[in-house]
């Protein structure tokens, strides 16, 4: 007869914990939890999903705590057993940061700007309103599309542009800029900044419609930045230049904001400095409709909020998954499985004393 050993059962605490952090997968996690009842109990209790996500991404230290999906199946009749209670809260963090962290390496890439909210200042507004850096390209509807700054004697004076995202939190890894040529005044001048800064954060407080009128306004009062990006230089080129971050970010609030650092061209007609952009485009991996936050005042803590227990669409041309394509898409089934209670698991037990034997345990 084969014997089989546990090494689990075998090793102490600290050796084992050292052996299963090697794992760098959160679907790694989620298969070592499927091999049986006591490996499921170490993973969940010792919290190695959630240890693993903050490792990857350290920006979500500052969540406060996870509130479940509605897709889970929980036994609210039960909730008042303070170990249980504890219990729902370790298996209810295990899924959500395996998700989360899988999300932030295999959700589709895409557009993440979902509209303008303000320019620091506009020169003809609405003929060059931030919204017009929404258009790609330079022209629409036949005539120039670009946002304008006024004008400055002094070239040091910076200009931001700020812009709403399309989810709440957002795994940012370039930014595009495209600065506007005007070909309609004498020798076509480049209005580009000198170099370019992005910062990221949260609103102080809970927006409105993003969709209304942009403003001219700066958004010092209004934003709380998590994120400042080292300082890029811009071309004085009228193309769509790339600048890519150093590591991808987490943009938790879904604000981004666009320091343009210096101007490099005056106009010929008043002598003034302009900044003027033509385009912009954010590239990422949005993380709705699976996940979105509620800020917790000013000191950046948030409540996480699992909203959906079913990934977005993976198009069939996206290869930026990590791990390769067909590796991807089966690691994030196999966390959505887990995350359902769904799937082929190694091990098996009757149900109704699942919860008695892993809280004994607990």
């Known amino acids: 007869m084969e014997i089989r050993m546990d090494f689990l059962n075998w090793l102490d605490h600290d050796t084992s914990m050292k052996i299963l952090g090697c794992l ?12 049986s009842r006591s490996w499921r109990h170490f993973v969940i209790a010792n919290g190695l999903c959630k240890q693993l996500c903050l490792r990857m991404f350290p920006h979500f230290l500052r969540v406060d705590c996870v509130i479940e999906p509605s897709c889970g199946n ?10 249980f209670v504890e219990w729902e809260t370790l298996k209810r963090e295990h899924k959500a940061y395996a998700f989360l962290a899988q999300g932030c390496l295999l959700f589709p890439f895409k557009e993440c700007i979902l509209d303008a909210i303000s320019a620091s200042s506009t020169d003809n507004y609405p003929v060059e309103s931030i919204r017009n850096t929404l258009l790609q390209g330079d022209h629409s509807e036949g005539r120039p599309s670009y946002w304008s700054s006024k004008g400055q004697r002094d070239a040091e004076v910076p200009e931001t542009l700020v812009y709403k995202l399309v989810a709440d939190i957002c795994v940012i890894t370039e930014i595009n800029i495209q ?3 005007a070909y309609f005044q004498p020798g076509s001048p480049i209005y580009s900044a000198i170099s370019v800064r992005f910062l990221m954060g949260h ?3 809970p927006m409105g419609d993003p969709l209304g009128e942009p403003l001219d306004d700066t958004a010092h009062d209004k934003f ?8 890029f230089p811009m071309a004085q080129e009228n193309s769509l230049q790339n600048f890519k971050l150093p590591e991808p970010v987490v943009c938790i609030g879904g604000i981004l904001q666009i320091e343009l650092l210096g101007r490099v061209q005056r106009q010929e007609m008043d002598d003034l400095f302009y900044i ?3 385009h912009v485009q954010v590239k990422g991996r949005p993380l709705s409709p699976a996940f979105g936050v509620e800020m917790l005042g000013p000191s950046g803590k948030f409540v996480l909020k699992a909203l959906s227990c079913d990934p977005p669409s993976l198009p069939d041309d996206d290869d930026s998954y990590h791990g390769g394509h067909l590796h991807g898409r089966v690691d994030l089934e196999l ?5 359902r209670g769904e799937g082929d698991l190694e091990y098996d037990w009757d149900s109704e004393d699942e919860v008695d034997d892993e809280l004994a345990a607990f």
Do not use: H
């Not at 709380?224 to 300082?231: D, G, H, K, N």
């Not at 966390?335 to 995350?339: E, L």
């Open 24 to 35: 760098q997968d959160p679907a790694d996690l989620v298969r070592v939890s499927s091999v």
């Open 74 to 83: 929980e036994k609210a009749s039960e909730v008042g057993c303070s170990k």
């Open 179 to 181: 600065p506007f040529q």
């Open 203 to 205: 609103p102080k407080c």
């Open 224 to 231: 709380i930045w998590t994120y400042s990006s080292p300082e």
């Open 276 to 278: 003027c952009v033509a």
């Open 335 to 339: 966390i959505m499985n887990a995350w």
